[in-house]
């Protein structure tokens, strides 16, 4: 049987679509069927995967970045039919966190589609956030605080280039400002000054090593908190979560759990897998070997 490609053209600063042809040609040498529908506008990766029948596929791949893999799953988890299909990656994005779990690389898509067409699958842990009465999933990370903050201003300096979210980093390490949280985690409550939270099912966000000792099919959330941190030092740290040398600094803190529950004194806003949406207070739940992903 095919499989659907929920593709975004302009995936990686339109990287996506200038790949587009050499991707299809590729899927005709290695003889794997497909149909493909293009998103032309933001959440539309949601509507395509949520209205299509699952029963002529035999998978559903996200081809762009992080945030179409966001879309797909939610779209996957609106769709009322009975089949549950494995999910599966085409990293042509600017973030392919994703596929790093796999020991894939950024616009590695020749090898992830060597994966699909292998058909080898993993079950794969997903979780389960609620935000503003509403309820999402995400398969690789959900942040608060500075991180979501910098994408906040990246966002609206998004004109200026790849460069914004620099500026947006510098701008919001500037003004930092720890703010009251409220944590549960298990059952056990925590109650913190903080700068930022990271909710990982995978180790990787973007290209930093957020959780180094996450697993994906183990029922549990990593937690990453980092304390209050001066400016100049918060970054010097950075370097540190692209190692994941981070979780030994003094002010950061890991727990792992697979319900969590989290306060702030102050509305924050939430970036599941580099979007934005919803603001605390935030629930997140992990469902155990939710969905099966195709897997190396």
């Known amino acids: 049987m095919k499989q659907l490609i929920i593709f975004n053209p302009w995936a990686g600063h339109g990287y996506a679509g200038k790949t587009l042809a050499q991707i299809e040609a ?3 040498e ?3 069927p497909y149909d493909l529908l293009k998103t032309t506008h933001p959440g539309h990766g949601i509507e395509l995967t949520q209205n299509a029948d699952f029963s002529q596929y035999s998978g559903i791949i996200a081809a762009g970045g992080d945030g179409t893999l966001f879309e797909v799953i939610n779209g996957y988890y609106q769709n009322s039919s009975k089949v549950r299909l494995p999910i599966g990656v085409i990293p ?12 894939l690389h950024d616009h590695d898509w020749k090898h992830a589609l060597d994966v699909i067409k292998a058909g080898k699958t993993r079950k794969f842990d997903v979780a389960q956030f609620t ?3 509403e309820t999402w999933y995400y398969l690789n990370i959900l942040g608060l605080g500075v991180i979501s903050d910098i994408i906040v201003t990246g ?10 979210y620099t500026i947006g980093s510098l701008y919001q390490i500037l003004r930092l400002k720890p703010y009251h949280i409220k944590l549960e985690v298990d059952g056990q409550v925590i109650e ?3 700068v930022f939270v990271e909710i990982s099912n995978t180790r990787y966000t973007s290209s930093f090593l957020m959780a180094p000792a996450a697993k994906t099919d183990d029922g549990l959330l990593d937690v990453t908190i980092l304390g209050p941190k001066g400016r100049i030092g918060l970054m010097r740290s950075f370097p540190k979560i692209v190692s994941g040398e981070h979780i ?3 002010e950061v803190e890991t727990f792992q759990a697979s319900h969590i529950r989290v306060e702030t004194d102050i509305p924050k806003v ?7 949406m919803g603001s605390t207070p935030l629930e997140v739940n992990c469902l155990k070997h939710a969905i099966d992903v195709f897997w190396k």
Not at 92 to 103: H, I, K, L, W
């Open 131 to 133: 935000t503003e009465g």
């Open 30 to 32: 290695i003889q794997l």
């Open 155 to 164: 966002q609206k300096l998004k004109v200026l280039g790849n460069i914004s």
């Open 192 to 194: 913190r000054e903080n």
């Open 248 to 250: 030994h600094m003094k």
């Open 270 to 276: 939430l970036s599941p897998d580099g979007e934005l």
């Open 92 to 103: 042509v994005g600017t973030g392919n966190a994703f596929v790093r779990d796999m020991n």
């Open 26 to 28: 590729y899927l005709e």
